[in-house]
């Protein structure tokens, strides 16, 4: 057990996990009841409405790594740590106007590979689909990870039991109510994270005040109240591109972009962002009054449940596990949909089944579904690496593809080549930067690296139609694009 | 390309030898950013308490249960610990050195970022102008 002290019963523990368990289940039956063909399944008809469409960009974005990562950042980098956690949400606000243009460009379109591939080409794709299927099950790992750190933080209930029941319940309810019910789910969770972060900083600040926090950093922590710490401007940009990256190409945004009805992509993407702007600040808060309260915080992405533990005993300790559990359970499902949409159109229809019908194609998504979550499951196990170097890991893959795929979507210059090139040297300087100087550069190398090459296409002629983005589904029968 | 990131998946999930040893270890190196995590999983003993040297000799940061401690937010400099278990000192005093990076390396990463995201601005405002002219000639 990593964390010795804590101050939730087992009992307590359980029964709320089994509560919210069974209401997330019933809820994605109840909502999934009435899916008769694909799109209703994959993409909720097609008609999602702007306030289901701003609560599922929100929670979907308020994650594990929101609510326990930030104030992770905020304990190892201080000030800027959570500052510039809380830059991802410019990753939401540029999406807005690329959210708008996907829905008019591709108004049949099912998923993010389907754009790289009728853009860019057969050999792009697959890049892609690899860079991101690794970036999928990077983000799935971290949040069946964090379910369980939360649970042995608050509980002391093992790490494996914890993230085993997260893991569970998620893919049970997104395999019954597909992408309308981790939508409507979405809503429900959005609400409890919301209410619940803005308790318990208000609590945080009325408990143990500014003026003691800052004192007690000042005396044992100096450098996290150091404007000018290295690593932590360094890490700035790195986080904003990070998220600009896991936004541009992840096809849980996109899916949402073809679910959202027509006109509302734009303002529910700029909508959410702004709401999650300050969420990460107002968590990662919490953990700076860690080292005023005399906690020993074990292992980094276990602070805010710490906090919250030992400030209010069992009170705090359930506010907490309500809203982490409802942040992860909210990414969870919805990395699970948009994983499994991608797999089942771009690698089982493109690659193996070229010929597989609509009901073929929806029978695979439940099987999908639930090999991802065994996948997951089998992956979150060993703990051994904590949320934040797991997740910054990952932005070394995504950062590269921004250019190609901002480039692509407003100009008709540029090829697979160069997008190929782009993606595969930004993903190897990435890593090669993510080891040699920190976690904190991983993201910025990559876009950078990326972006000198996609500068090229801006030489090339502008030859691509636009009209080959229209009306196209899935590829062709022998898997190829035209 | 697949098989390099499984290589690395593998590399960053597979236990490395301080997660393993039985004495107090570095189990997540953060020195160039000021942070540090001691952990000390298979020491013997219920209860541990952590020290640290200063200029008024050992000082106690930990005492209890747990088996791991994160530090941060420390200055350039060079510090040392002591683990005890059940009043026992647990082998020899780890030393760990802490060295930020230089500010003008941190300053040009920052440069580069700032660049890369004014010319993402420039890209998707005049991009999406010009892409829905082209659209428009199209249509028309």
């Known amino acids: 057990m990593l964390n010795t002290d804590t101050v939730m019963p087992v009992s307590v523990a359980w029964t709320i996990i089994a509560g919210f368990s069974l209401l997330w289940v019933w809820l994605g039956w109840w909502l999934g009841r009435k899916n008769d063909t694909l799109d209703d399944y994959m993409l909720a008809g097609r008609k999602v409405g702007m306030g289901f469409a701003v609560a599922t960009a929100m929670a979907t974005w308020v994650t594990s790594n929101t609510t326990m990562t930030a104030p992770q950042l905020a304990y190892q980098l201080g000030i800027w740590g959570m500052v510039g956690y809380s830059l991802g949400a410019v990753g939401l606000l540029l999406f807005a106007p690329l959210a708008r243009r996907i829905r008019t460009m591709m108004p049949h379109g099912f998923?993010?590979?389907d754009f790289i591939r009728l853009r860019y080409g057969n050999t792009a794709w697959r890049i892609f689909l690899v860079i991101s299927f690794f970036y999928s099950l990077g983000w799935l790992i971290s949040l069946g990870m964090a379910?369980?750190?939360?649970?042995?933080?608050?509980a002391g209930i093992p790490y494996v039991y914890g993230m085993s029941v997260i893991v569970i319940v998620c893919t049970l309810y997104t395999v019954f109510g597909g992408l309308k019910a981790v939508i409507g789910t979405d809503f429900v969770q959005t609400i409890l994270i919301l209410v619940g972060v803005v308790i318990?900083?208000?609590l945080v600040i009325n408990e143990v005040g500014f003026d003691a926090i800052h004192a007690q950093l000042e005396a044992e922590r100096p450098e996290l109240l150091n404007l000018l710490l290295p690593a932590s401007i360094m890490f700035l940009f790195n986080n904003l591109f990070f998220g600009v990256g896991e936004i541009f190409h992840s096809n849980v945004w996109w899916s949402r972009a073809f679910a959202f009805a027509p006109g509302v992509g734009f303002r529910a993407y700029a909508l959410a962002g702004l709401f999650w702007l300050p969420i990460p600040i107002v968590a990662g808060f919490v953990a700076l009054a860690a080292p005023a309260l005399g906690i020993n915080v074990p292992s980094p992405d276990m602070v805010a449940p710490l906090v919250a533990g030992k400030l209010f005993g069992l009170g705090g300790a359930i506010l907490?596990?309500?809203v982490v559990f409802a942040a992860l359970a909210s990414s969870l499902d919805s990395v699970l949909a948009a994983t499994s949409d991608l797999i089942v159109k771009d690698i089982y229809k493109g690659h193996i089944r070229k010929d597989a019908t609509d009901p073929e194609l929806r029978k695979a998504t439940v099987w999908?579904?639930?090999?991802?979550?065994?996948?997951?499951w089998v992956l979150s196990v060993p703990k051994m690496a904590t949320l934040g170097s797991l997740l910054h890991f990952t932005g070394a893959f995504v950062a590269s593809t921004i250019w190609p795929i901002a480039i692509g979507l407003l100009n008709r210059r540029g090829n697979g080549i160069l997008a190929s090139t782009a993606m595969v040297l930004g993903t190897a300087t990435g890593l090669y930067a993510y080891f040699a100087i920190g976690f904190?550069?991983?993201?910025?190398?990559?876009?950078?690296?990326?972006m000198l090459v996609m500068l090229l296409a801006l030489r090339t002629e502008p030859t691509f139609d636009w009209a080959k983005l229209n009306g196209s589904t899935s590829p062709q029968s022998n898997g190829e694009t035209s | 390309m697949l098989v390099r990131t499984i290589i690395i998946l593998a590399a960053l999930l597979v236990p490395n030898a301080s997660a393993i040893a039985a004495d107090l270890t570095v189990a997540d190196d953060g020195t160039s950013a000021g942070y540090v995590t001691l952990s000390w999983p298979d020491a013997s003993g219920n209860t541990f308490e952590l020290k640290e040297q200063t200029s008024q000799g050992w000082h106690t940061l930990y005492r209890g249960s747990d088996r791991a401690t994160t530090l941060s937010?420390?200055?350039?400099?060079t510090f040392e610990f002591q683990l005890i278990a059940d009043g026992a000192p647990v082998g020899a005093p780890v030393t760990v050195t802490v060295q930020h990076h230089p500010l003008s390396r941190a300053w040009a990463f920052f440069a580069v970022g700032a660049t890369m995201f004014i010319a993402l601005l420039v890209l998707l405002i005049t991009g999406g102008r010009s892409a829905d002219a082209d659209e428009n000639q199209t249509a028309a």
């Open chain 1, 111 to 113: 998923t993010s590979g």
């Open chain 1, 147 to 154: 379910g369980g750190l939360l649970i042995n933080a608050l």
């Open chain 1, 200 to 202: 318990l900083a208000v």
């Open chain 1, 320 to 322: 907490v596990f309500v």
């Open chain 1, 368 to 376: 999908i579904i639930l090999g991802l979550g065994a996948v997951t």
């Open chain 1, 440 to 450: 904190y550069v991983a993201a910025l190398v990559s876009a950078a690296v990326s």
């Open chain 2, 73 to 77: 937010g420390r200055p350039d400099g």
